[in-house]
C-alpha cells in the first residue's frame, strides 16, 4: 500500500509523561521503544517471546464498553507500539525508585529476599503492581494467578510469593510470626534438635516494618486520554513504518472497507500469535489492520439461550465473563462455560491471557488450542461481519482444519462468537495435559460433550474433539455417530476407545513427537470424560445409577493450584553478637531495592556509546560438514551492514586447535559460530543474516547419542576410574545381583539474562573495555588477549552483576567477548552483542546428559556389598569442561554410602552437538542418580522400602571415601535424622501407603535422600583469591574483590565479612564492581566456594588495614572512625591494602585413585511427597522438607535462597526441563514455550527449609560452607517420590519392574510406565519402520 505521506502522531503516555511518535514503525515493539528509545532499561528482554514474564508493564486503557479504567499486565516484547494508541504504560522506573519513594511492592520484594540476580525482578514487580492496582486486597488464587506468567530461575519463588502474600486478604500464612512456631509442626511428634533450640529463628524479614500499600499515591490516568476516550476521534489512523504499515480504523464501517480493500491484511489484536510467527518465519505483513479502537467487537451478549462474546475481548475478559455467567446460571446451562474456564486458568500467564483476543484465538486456530475443542464440541457459532453483511458460521472442525468451504471470505471478520447454554442431561468437560500445570502449552488438550436421553443413560449426541494430536484440531465423529444409542457403561467406554484411537490415529513420527503418550492421552481423557458423566448422573439420580467404586473416583479430580507455604528455620545469632556485626544475619541482598525498581544496570542496560555497533551471530546449520563457500555479499550490501567478521579476521589465536571461536573449512554441530555480522543497528544485523549463504558438503560420521558414540569408540578423553576393594570377589559371595540402566536429560541454564557482551575499543595503546555478563572475568580477558595477540593489561573486564549464571557463564562468555573483541578492532568501534534466546539455546550447550550402567551386588538384608558404575556423559563436539565434569562425576558418585567393593568408570562423549559445559553440581546431579536408582533397585528386591536400605548403606562413623580422604559423616546423619524427624517420615509413609490401597489412579510416593556434597575445585590453583580494600579519607570503605555477583549475594556477604572485620556499619560501604583491573587472575566465581575463598581475602584486607589503624585507635579509643581515619591519612598510613587467600590443598592422584580433592563437604537431606495421576502423568508436589547443613551461615537468607533455588532448579531437571533433538542435530527446544523450567505453580505446596546449626567447619570464613550448588541434588527427592509412587501403581497392576530409569520424569515417562488397559489399547509403532521427529540423546 502506498502510505499517505505523512504517518500520524502515536500518542500514548509513559509512566505518566506524554509520548508522541510522528513517525511510529508498526515494526517496532514496546519493550524495544523503552529500553532504547526512551532509555528506561528496567523493564528486561529475556525470551522476546512472551513466555518468561521479565518485560512484563501495566497498561491502563479507557474501556469502552464498562466505561471504565482497565489495567492490565502484558508481555512489551510482544506488544507494538502502534497498539498503544490512547493507552497509558506504567513501567517498573514509574512506580517508584530508590532516589524518591519505593512503591511498596518493590520494597517488599527486596525485603522478603524474593530478588537473587534480579533480572526477573521488575516483571515480577510490575505482575504484582497490576494485581494490587485491580485489587487493593488480592486473594492469594488472584496473587498465583498474576504470577503465574513470570519465570524466575533463582529463588525457586518461595520469597516472591510471601512478599505478594503480605498484601493478600489474609494472610493465613502457617508461621506465627515471631513465636517461632508453625502451625505445621502442631500435633506433629516434634523431638528434632531444631526445634528444642531455642535459638532457632523463622523470620527473615519483620513484615511490621513495610510501609502501607497507599492507593492515592499511584500514578493517575492521564485526563488528556481519558478525553481522547469519552470523545473518540473516528477518522483512520494511518503509522507508517519501513516495511509494514499499521491502520487502526475509528469504525466499524471504515474496517469492513478496509479489510475489503485489503484482503490479505491480518487484524492484529494481541498479536500474540501474529508476532511470534512473524518472528519465527521471518514473515513480514507489509499492512496491518488494527481494530483496537471498534468497540464492537467487544460487545458482550447474553440471551436466554447463550452468550455472545465480541472477537476483540481478552481471554481474560472472556475468564470473567464466563466466571459471572456460572455464578448467574443453574449449573445445567453452564457446563460448556465451566469447561472453558477451567482451561482459560492455565491458558498460557495472565499477560498473555490480557493480551490475546477470543478472535484471534479462534482464527489462529493452533493444534494446541486449549478453547477450540470446548468450543467445537459446545456448538459455538462464528458471526462473521464484511461489508457484504453479516452471516453464521460454525466452529466446528472443517473450519478449523482451514477448508475453504467453511472459512472466513478474505474480506469478512470475526465479530463475536456465540456460545449457547447447556442443558439438563447435557455434560460437557475439558481436558489438557502438559509439560507442566501452568504456562505450558498442552499435549493434549480435549473437549468432550455427551447429551442424554433424558432420565436415562442413553447416548443422544456425542462430541469429542482434541487439540495437539494433529495439524488442527480434531473431531471424533465418526466414533461419536456410531456411539449415539448406546448406553454410558463399560462395553461403550470400551468401544469408544477402540474406535477412537482408530480415528484420531497419529503416525510415529508426528511432529512434536511424544506420539505413544499422545495415544494414551486420547483414550485415558475420555475414560476421566466417562467417569465424570456417570458421577454427575449419580448426583441427578443416586438410585438409578452405579455407584463408582471408591478406588475409581481418583481418576477424577484435578490437581489444584495452590501456593506453597512453608518454615524457614536458621540458627540465631548468638546474643552477645555486637548489634553492628551483620555476620550470621538475614541480611537483604545489596541490591535488592535496585532490582525492584529496575535501577539495577545490567550489561545490556548500558547505554549506547559513541558509534557503537550491533553484533549477531552465524551459526552452523548442518551437524558436521565441510564448509565449501561463505558468500557475504548481499549481507554485505544491505543498509546499515558495516562488516562481517570471519575466523580470518581474528589477528591472534583462533580458540584451541579442536575448539575454534570462529569455525574454518569444517563445522561440528548445528549452533556452531562460524561468523559474526557487525551493522548498525540490531534489527539492520539480523536482516543481514539472512543473507548469508554457506554451502556445505556432508561429513561422516555424525553422531549424536551416546551409544553411538561408543559404538565409534568416539570419546572427549581417556576414560576415569576409581576402584575400591575387590569387586569381582564380592559380586560372588552377595544374594543377589540386579543390573540396570539410568538415563539423565541434559539441562539448560535458562539463566534469565542471556550472554552479553560491550567491547569499547580506546583510542590509545590498543586497551578495550569489556563489560559482560560472566562468572571469570579473568578468564574473558585472557582469551580475547590471546584472541587479539595483545597483552592482558591492555584488557579490563568489568563485571557489574550477572543475571544468572548457574556456570553456563563461566567459559562461553569469552568465545562471545573474543569474537566481539575482534570485530571492535577490526571496525575501530564498540560492538554490543546480546543473543537472543533462541541463540543463547542454541549454541551454548548445558548440562550433559548422561548414560549410567550399574551392577549391584547386595545381601538379602539390603546391605550392599558391591557396586560397578559405569557412565558415559554427552559432551557435545569439544571438550570444554567434560573431563572435570566426568572427574567430579566419579569422584562424587558414592554420595552418602559407605559400599566395601566398588569400581566407578566414567567417559565423555564426542558427539556432532553444542559442546556441555559447567551447570550447578558439575556431574554430581546426573551421576547420584545412578547411585539413589541402585538403592530403590535394591531395596525392590528385598521387599525393602528405599530408606531402610539408604539407611543400611549410609556412612556410619569417621572413614574414608573411595579415593581415601577421611571425613566423619557426623553432621550427615543429623541431617538425615532431622530431615526424618522435622518430615515426620514415618508416620507419613505409613499414610502414603493407607493412600495408595485406598486410591487406583491416583498414588502418591514419598522419598528421602540425603547427600554428601563436596565444594570447590579439585585443584589447588583454584583454591586462591584477591580482594582490594581502600578506605577514603572520609571514612567510605570500598571493597573489591574477585568474586561476580550472579545473584547468590556474594557482594552482600563480603560487606557482611568487611564490616565484622572493621568494626563498622555495612552502610560506610561499597562495592563497586568486579574489574580486572582492581583484582587480577581472578578464578571462576563457580564450585560452591566464592563467598568461602573471597571472604578469606577481604578479611585479611581488613585485617591489615585494621592492624595499621591499631596505634591510632590505641590513642584516641573515644574518636570515631572519620577521626581515625583523618589521623591515618595524616600520619602517611595506607589506606589501602590487598587482601590474599592461599586457599585450601587439593590434590587428587588418578593413577592412584587416591588424594584430598575437596577442601569441605556440605552434608543435607530432602524429604518430598508426591501425589500422581497415572491416567494423565501429572503430578503434585505436595511437601517438600530440607534440612541443610550450613555450618554457621553468614547470612541464612541468602543460603536459604540458594538452597530453595537449587532445589526448584534440580527439580526441574528431574521433572521437566527436556531438550529436545531433531534427527538431523538440531535442537528443538529453544524458549521456554518449549523448554520448561518450574513456574511459581511447582513449588511444592508445603516447602520447609532448615539450616541445621552449629556444626564446625575451621577452614572456612567463619565456619560458614558454601551452598551454591549443593540443593539441586536434593531435587531428586522429588523424581525418587514420582517413582515411589510409579512403582506403588506398577505394583498393583503386577508390573515386573525394568530397573530402567529415566528421568525427567515428565508427564509422558509417569503415564507410560503406569501401564494400563488404556496403555495396553494403543498402537505402537516399530522403530525402524519410520523417522522420529526427535531422537534421545542420552
Ligand atoms: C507465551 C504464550 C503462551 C501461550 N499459551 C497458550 C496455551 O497454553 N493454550 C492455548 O490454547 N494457547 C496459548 N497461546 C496462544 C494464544 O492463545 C493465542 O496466541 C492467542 O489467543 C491469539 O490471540 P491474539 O489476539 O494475540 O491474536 P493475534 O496474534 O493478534 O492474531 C492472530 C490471527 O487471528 C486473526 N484475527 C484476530 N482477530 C480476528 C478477527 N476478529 N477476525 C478475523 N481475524 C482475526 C489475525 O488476522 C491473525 O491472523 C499462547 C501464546 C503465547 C504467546
Ligand atoms: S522477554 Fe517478554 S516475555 Fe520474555
Ligand atoms: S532473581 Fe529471578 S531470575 Fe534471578
Known amino acids: 500500500m502506498s502510505c499517505p505521506p505523512k504517518s500520524d502522531d502515536l500518542v500514548f503516555f509513559v509512566n505518566g509523561r506524554k509520548v508522541i511518535e510522528r513517525n511510529a514503525d ?133 520469597p516472591i510469593l510471601a512478599s505478594g502474600r503480605t498484601f493478600c486478604v489474609e494472610s493465613t500464612g502457617c508461621q506465627k510470626k515471631r513465636t517461632g512456631k508453625c502451625c505445621l509442626d502442631l500435633g506433629g511428634n516434634d523431638s528434632s534438635s531444631l526445634s528444642r533450640e531455642s535459638d532457632i529463628c523463622t523470620d527473615l ?199 475453504a468451504s467453511a472459512d472466513l471470505k478474505p474480506e469478512e471478520i470475526l465479530e463475536s462468537v456465540y456460545i449457547p447454554h447447556s442443558q439438563k442431561w447435557e455434560f ?97 481423557f475420555f475414560f476421566k470424560f466417562y467417569l465424570e458423566v456417570l458421577q454427575e448422573l449419580k448426583k441427578l439420580d443416586s438410585h438409578h445409577y452405579p455407584e463408582i467404586s471408591d478406588r475409581f473416583l481418583s481418576a477424577l479430580e484435578d490437581f489444584p493450584v495452590t501456593g506453597p507455604r512453608g518454615v524457614q528455620r536458621y540458627q540465631s545469632v548468638d546474643s552477645h553478637q555486637s548489634l553492628q556485626d551483620p555476620v550470621g544475619r538475614p541480611i537483604m541482598h545489596l541490591s535488592g531495592l535496585k532490582h525492584a525498581t529496575g535501577e539495577a544496570i545490567f550489561c545490556d542496560d548500558i547505554p549506547m556509546v559513541d558509534r557503537e555497533l550491533f553484533m549477531v551471530l552465524v551459526t552452523s546449520t548442518k551437524a558436521h560438514a565441510k564448509i565449501i563457500s561463505i558468500d557475504l555479499s548481499e549481507a554485505l550490501e544491505l543498509p546499515g551492514v558495516v562488516d562481517v567478521i ?106 534469565m539474562e542471556t550472554q552479553r557482551v560491550i567491547v569499547i575499543p580506546k583510542a590509545e595503546d590498543k586497551e578495550l573495555d569489556i563489560y559482560v555478563s560472566t562468572q571469570d572475568p579473568a578468564h574473558v580477558q585472557k582469551t580475547v588477549s590471546s584472541t587479539l595477540n595483545i597483552p592482558i593489561n591492555r584488557i579490563t573486564c568489568h563485571v557489574k552483576r550477572v543475571g544468572g549464571g548457574f556456570g553456563g557463564k563461566v567459559g562461553r562468555p569469552a568465545v562471545f567477548g573474543a569474537i566481539a573483541a575482534v570485530g571492535a578492532i577490526k571496525t575501530g568501534r564498540p560492538i554490543r552483542l546480546v ?192 580482594a582490594l580494600v581502600h578506605i577514603y579519607t572520609d571514612g567510605s570503605v570500598l571493597v573489591t574483590h574477585g568474586g561476580n555477583e550472579l545473584g547468590q549475594g556474594i557482594h552482600t556477604k563480603m560487606l557482611q565479612v568487611a564490616s565484622r572485620e572493621l568494626k563498622l556499619p555495612m552502610s560506610y560501604m561499597h562495592i563497586c564492581e568486579t574489574s580486572t583491573a582492581t583484582v587480577p587472575n581472578t578464578i571462576a566465581t563457580a564450585a560452591s566456594i566464592g563467598s568461602d575463598v573471597n571472604g578469606k581475602a577481604v578479611q585479611n584486607a581488613c585485617q591489615i588495614l585494621l592492624k595499621r589503624l591499631e596505634p591510632i585507635i590505641k590513642k584516641n579509643p573515644g574518636g570515631t572512625w572519620e577521626d581515625w581515619i583523618e589521623a591515618a591519612f595524616e600520619q602517611r598510613i595506607s589506606l589501602s591494602a590487598t587482601g590474599y587467600f592461599r586457599g585450601y590443598k587439593a590434590d587428587m592422584d588418578w593413577e592412584k585413585g587416591e588424594g584430598d580433592p575437596f577442601p569441605y563437604y556440605v552434608y543435607g537431606a530432602a524429604c518430598s511427597e508426591v501425589e500422581i495421576d497415572c491416567l494423565t502423568g501429572a503430578h503434585k508436589k505436595i511437601r517438600t522438607d530440607i534440612i541443610m547443613d550450613a555450618c554457621c551461615s553468614l547470612n541464612p537468607a541468602i543460603d536459604i535462597g540458594q538452597v530453595e533455588g537449587s532445589f526448584i532448579q534440580g527439580m526441574g531437571l528431574y521433572t521437566t526441563e527436556e531438550l529436545k533433538y531433531s534427527p538431523e542435530g538440531v535442537l528443538y527446544s529453544r524458549g521456554p514455550d518449549e523448554y520448561k523450567i518450574p513456574t511459581i505453580t511447582d513449588v511444592p505446596e508445603e516447602f520447609n527449609v532448615s539450616l541445621l546449626p552449629s556444626s564446625q567447619t575451621p577452614l572456612t570464613i567463619y565456619s560458614s560452607k558454601g551452598l551454591g550448588e549443593s540443593g539441586m541434588f536434593l531435587g531428586s527427592s522429588v523424581f525418587f517420590a514420582i517413582t515411589d509412587a510409579v512403582a506403588a501403581a506398577c505394583k498393583e497392576r503386577d508390573i515386573v519392574e525394568d530397573f530402567i530409569v529415566k528421568s525427567p520424569a515428565t508427564p509422558e515417562q509417569v503415564r507410560m510406565a503406569c501401564a494400563d488397559r488404556f496403555t495396553e489399547m494403543i498402537p505402537r509403532d516399530d522403530p525402524k519402520t519410520f523417522k522420529p521427529w526427535s531422537i534421545p540423546i542420552a
Open 646 to 751: 570471519t575466523a580470518e579476521d581474528i589477528p591472534g589465536t583462533n580458540g584451541a586447535e579442536d575448539d575454534k571461536l570462529l569455525a574454518v573449512d569444517e563445522v561440528l554441530c548445528v549452533g556452531q559460530i562460524i561468523c559474526a555480522v557487525v551493522a548498525e543497528t540490531d534489527v539492520q544485523a539480523k536482516r543481514a543474516i539472512e543473507k548469508i549463504k554457506i554451502t556445505y558438503k556432508d561429513l561422516e560420521p555424525i553422531i549424536f547419542t551416546i551409544n553411538d558414540a561408543i559404538k565409534h569408540n568416539s570419546f572427549l578423553c581417556p576414560e576415569k576410574k576409581l576402584e575400591q576393594g575387590n569387586i569381582e570377589e564380592a559380586f560372588e559371595k552377595v544374594d543377589q545381583i540386579v543390573e540396570g540402566e539410568v538415563h539423565v536429560g541434559g539441562q539448560e541454564h535458562f539463566y
Open 428 to 524: 460437557v468437560s475439558a481436558f489438557r495435559q502438559a509439560q507442566c500445570q501452568q504456562n505450558a502449552l498442552a499435549d493434549v488438550s480435549a473437549g468432550m460433550r455427551v447429551i442424554l436421553e433424558e432420565a436415562t443413560d442413553t447416548i443422544k449426541e456425542l462430541s469429542l474433539s482434541y487439540g495437539g494430536v494433529g495439524e488442527s484440531t480434531i473431531g471424533a465423529h465418526k466414533s461419536c455417530q456410531q456411539l449415539i444409542g448406546r448406553p454410558w457403561n463399560e462395553p461403550m467406554l470400551e468401544e469408544a476407545c477402540r474406535l477412537l484411537l482408530e480415528e484420531v490415529s497419529l503416525p510415529g513420527w508426528a511432529p512434536g513427537g511424544r506420539v505413544e503418550f499422545k495415544r494414551t492421552l486420547v483414550v485415558s
Open 205 to 403: 524479614f519483620v513484615e511490621e516494618e513495610f510501609q502501607p500499600l497507599d492507593p492515592t499515591q499511584e500514578l493517575i490516568f492521564p485526563p488528556e486520554l481519558l478525553r481522547m476516550a469519552k470523545n473518540p476521534e473516528k477518522q483512520t489512523l494511518t503509522f507508517c513504518g519501513e516495511r509494514v504499515t499499521w491502520i487502526s480504523p475509528g469504525t466499524l464501517k471504515d474496517l469492513l472497507e478496509l479489510k475489503a480493500k485489503h484482503p490479505e491484511a491480518p487484524l492484529i489484536l494481541g498479536n500474540t500469535s501474529l508476532g511470534p510467527a512473524m518472528k519465527s518465519q521471518g514473515r513480514v505483513h507489509p499492512i496491518l489492520l488494527s481494530p483496537a479502537r471498534i468497540s464492537e467487537l467487544s460487545m458482550v451478549f447474553k440471551t436466554s439461550d447463550g452468550l455472545t462474546i465480541g472477537a476483540g475481548c481478552s481471554l481474560a475478559q472472556v475468564k470473567d465473563i464466563l466466571a459471572e455467567q456460572v455464578s448467574e446460571l443453574p449449573e445445567e446451562k453452564t457446563q460448556t462455560y465451566r469447561a472453558l474456564l477451567k482451561h482459560l486458568k492455565s491458558l498460557a500467564g495472565q499477560q498473555i491471557r490480557n493480551m490475546a483476543s477470543l478472535g484471534g484465538h479462534v482464527i489462529s486456530r493452533h493444534c494446541y488450542s486449549d478453547l477450540n475443542p470446548i468450543l467445537v464440541v459446545g456448538n459455538a457459532t462464528l458471526n462473521l461481519i464484511s461489508e457484504e453483511g453479516t452471516r453464521q458460521i460454525p466452529l466446528n472442525d472443517h473450519f478449523l482444519a482451514g477448508l
Open 835 to 1026: 543473543l537472543d534466546r533462541e541463540d543463547d539455546m542454541l549454541i551454548t550447550g548445558g548440562r550433559h546428559p548422561l548414560f549410567g550402567k550399574y551392577k549391584v551386588g547386595f545381601m538379602n538384608n539390603g546391605r550392599i556389598k558391591a557396586l560397578d558404575i559405569e557412565c558415559f556423559i554427552n559432551g557435545g563436539c569439544t571438550l570444554d569442561d567434560s573431563e572435570q565434569v566426568t572427574e567430579f562425576l566419579i569422584l562424587k558418585l558414592e554420595n552418602a554410602y559407605k559400599i566395601r567393593n566398588l569400581r566407578f568408570r566414567g567417559r565423555a562423549c564426542m558427539t556432532n552437538l553444542p559442546s556441555n559445559t559447567a551447570f550447578r553440581g558439575f556431574g554430581f546431579p546426573q551421576g547420584t542418580l545412578i547411585t539413589e536408582s541402585c538403592i530403590t533397585a535394591v531395596a525392590a528386591k528385598c521387599g525393602l522400602l528405599p530408606e531402610e536400605v539408604r539407611e543400611k548403606n549410609m556412612y556410619k562413623t569417621i572413614d574414608k571415601t573411595i579415593y581415601k580422604q577421611a571425613f566423619s559423616p557426623e553432621t550427615l546423619i543429623r541431617c538425615w535424622n532431622e530431615c526424618l524427624d522435622k518430615s515426620s517420615f514415618h508416620s507419613r509413609r505409613i499414610q502414603v501407603e493407607e493412600f495408595n490401597k485406598k486410591n487406583y489412579w491416583k498414588k502418591k510416593g514419598i522419598a528421602i535422600i540425603p547427600m554428601k556434597f563436596s565444594v570447590g575445585f579439585a585443584a589447588t590453583s583454584y583454591h586462591q583469591a584477591a
Open 26 to 158: 508498526p515494526e517496532v515493539t514496546l519493550l524495544n521503544f523503552l529500553r532504547k528509545i526512551v532509555r528506561l532499561t528496567g523493564t528486561k528482554y529475556a525470551c522476546g517471546r512472551g513466555g518468561c514474564g521479565a518485560c512484563t508493564v501495566m497498561v491502563s486503557k479507557h474501556d469502552p464498553v464498562s466505561a471504565k479504567i482497565r489495567h492490565f499486565s502484558i508481555t512489551a516484547c510482544l506488544v507494538p507500539i502502534c497498539s498503544l494508541y490512547g493507552a497509558a504504560v506504567t513501567t517498573v522506573e514509574g512506580i517508584g525508585s530508590i532516589n524518591t519513594r519505593l512503591h511498596p511492592v518493590q520494597e517488599r520484594i527486596a525485603r522478603s529476599h524474593g530478588t537473587q540476580c534480579g533480572f526477573c525482578t521488575p516483571g515480577m514487580v510490575m505482575s504484582m503492581y497490576t494485581l494490587l492496582r485491580n485489587h487493593l486486597q488480592p486473594s492469594e488464587e488472584q496473587l498465583m494467578e498474576a504470577l503465574g506468567g513470570n519465570l524466575c530461575r533463582c529463588t525457586g519463588y518461595r
